[in-house]
């Protein structure tokens, strides 16, 4: 059973122009949401979090938007680069239990030139 | 470099092996969580210690196990191999009371 979704398995963007990464969960214990950034042949590196009682959070060039009625929440990236360029997951936590991530399956982003 | 460092990189065993996976955390951070990314599975969550205790359990085979040793480093165990076991391995560490865990660079397993 997949609680964190991701189903774009991947996106196509200019340089210059708005990423958006979409992702869905299902459980409505989730109370803390986080984006992570992984590079081939290295581990996720963290991006950018928000906590359930937001539903924007901002830094520089990315923001995260938390929708908790829809249970989803997005990931744009402006001005999208070419460094962007990588595989975005989405992760879920239950606070207070662990902490344990809950991974969506992942965006493969392009940024072109 | 996230401060997270996993040995080794590259694993190449055989099918019925035992493999030993070793992790040391961020300088400071008593969490360490336990990753496999297998093609078809996405990143799973196998097992987390805190401070030297098991403090959650994943979807980890019985022929997994893992501890954390005073010093905080963690070693996960894998016995029994089997070809399904290949995959990739990530550690995690975060600080107490925070919810960002911090990744190891993987250490890639191959059963054979």
């Known amino acids: 059973d997949q609680q964190v979704k991701q189903n774009s398995p991947s996106l196509s963007v200019q340089e210059g122009r708005i990423s958006i990464l979409n992702c869905d969960y299902t459980n409505s214990m989730f109370d803390y949401f986080l984006w992570y950034k992984k590079y081939p042949a290295e581990g996720p590196t963290f991006l950018i979090s928000i906590s359930s009682i937001k539903d924007k959070n901002e830094d520089g060039r990315f923001t995260v938007f938390l929708n908790k009625s829809a249970k989803h929440l997005s990931l744009h990236i402006v001005p999208s680069q070419p460094g962007d360029s990588a595989v975005y997951f989405c992760a879920a936590i239950i606070t207070g239990g662990g902490n344990k991530l809950t991974f969506g399956t992942g965006t493969q982003l392009k940024v072109e030139l | 470099d996230s401060g997270v460092t996993q040995t080794p990189k590259h694993l190449i065993t055989a099918t019925g092996q035992r493999v030993t996976l070793r992790c040391s955390p961020r300088s400071g951070d008593l969490s360490v969580y336990w990753y496999q990314q297998s093609l078809d599975q996405g990143l799973q969550f196998l097992i987390q210690y805190y401070n030297g205790e098991e403090r959650a359990k994943g979807n980890i085979l019985e022929r997994f196990s893992a501890q954390q040793f005073p010093d905080l480093h963690s070693e996960l165990n894998l016995s029994s191999l089997e070809l399904g076991d290949s995959a990739l391995y990530f550690c995690?560490?975060?600080?107490?009371?925070?919810?960002?865990?911090?990744f190891g660079q993987g250490t890639r397993l191959t059963v054979v």
């Open positions: 995690a560490s975060s600080e107490a009371g925070r919810t960002e865990a911090f």
